[in-house]
């Protein structure tokens, strides 16, 4: 036994922790969205460049905007969930890094200068994020639903009017309702995934 | 507080850990990454894909092959950190689906037939799996360091012949070693990342 995690924080992260499809109506504070960013903002990106960016959709009017872009089969827990968050990398993150990345502020310009970079950079990153992110929402005892079902640039242009943001995953956040699991899907075994050379 | 993990907890997988920059000569054993890949594997990819693939790079002669495609600043380290792992996407992830996704085998050519496609949900999803490897080493007592600094496409012929794998991070794992850590980069605040509508 070489993990340091005792059993029931390794239940509440990864095994026991599923992705629901209901919800019940207690709502997700602001605070729980807070204490989740201040724990997974330190987990690590590449030149510390941290592109995520977090709408949380709070309005019946940001609600129905979100919804309709979404696919059908994602619409109804879209629509009940009781906070739902758009997960977008920022492809114009180069900006903050004179601030966030004060050793080397020249990668602004020298490794980041060219859009194309730091679109590839940003998607990585941003997606490193997202599994961060997930792995946080269930340390506060939540339930997260990630969704990609969804049209991405109708998303975009509609959340992010700049034309500078990708959506990557939209998360249902919330406690699990009545029946919110499906059967538990096979795990692909160590040997399938891993080799040694 | 909301969250439900203790301070030592958390201080282990996000506040505290340190991407690594030396270590020390104490080996990372297979038992210590199969006990890490058993824990990760059950946090979430879209249509329980899984696209993420390990090559543990154990052999001298491994060892060289990796590091020539690495940037300059990253082969000391690649070189001498007691294990390297190279994660990638595995761009035909859907042959698996039928077993992997009882419930919907039909996505293998539905959803994932061309291979655009394919290698799209495969970067995003495995980008996301290289962000709960990166936590599950953590967990382990150990210490990561993930690099995105190499020649990718020299990496995917060097390691992956059938042409259907993309390299996404190099991972050196280790207890770390003399002046491990750079200081601690900022972190964007809450309200630099997340808005709500």
Same mark, same amino acid.
């Given at each position: 036994m070489t993990l340091l995690l005792d059993t029931a924080t390794q239940d509440l992260l990864f095994r026991e922790a599923r992705t629901a499809n209901t919800f019940t109506e207690e709502p997700v504070t602001d605070e729980q969205v807070q204490e989740i960013y201040d724990l997974v903002k330190y987990a690590p990106t590449a030149f510390n460049q941290q592109?995520?960016? +977090? +709408?949380?959709?709070?309005?019946?009017? %940001?609600?129905?905007?979100?919804?309709?872009?979404?696919?059908? %089969?994602? *619409?109804? *827990?879209?629509?009940?969930?009781?906070?739902?968050?758009?997960?977008?990398?920022?492809?114009?993150?180069?900006?903050?890094?004179?601030? !966030?990345?004060?050793?080397?502020?020249?990668? *602004?310009?020298?490794?980041? %200068?060219?859009?194309? !970079?730091?679109?590839?950079?940003?998607?990585?990153?941003?997606?490193?994020? !997202? %599994?961060?992110?997930?792995?946080g929402v269930r340390a506060a005892g939540l339930a997260a639903g990630p969704m990609t079902g969804f049209d991405a640039e109708g998303l975009n242009k509609e959340f992010f009017a700049d034309g500078e943001h990708s959506v990557l995953a939209v998360v249902n956040i919330g406690k699990p309702g009545e029946n919110a699991w499906y059967p538990r899907n096979p795990r692909l075994e160590y040997d399938q995934v891993v080799t040694t050379v």
């Open positions: 592109p995520l960016r +977090v +709408v949380l959709v709070r309005s019946a009017e %940001g609600r129905e905007r979100l919804v309709r872009h979404m696919a059908d %089969g994602n *619409k109804p *827990k879209t629509s009940t969930a009781p906070l739902v968050a758009i997960l977008a990398a920022d492809n114009e993150f180069h900006e903050e890094l004179p601030t !966030v990345l004060p050793s080397f502020p020249q990668a *602004k310009d020298v490794i980041f %200068g060219e859009r194309p !970079v730091r679109e590839q950079s940003a998607a990585l990153n941003a997606a490193l994020q !997202v %599994g961060y992110f997930i792995i």
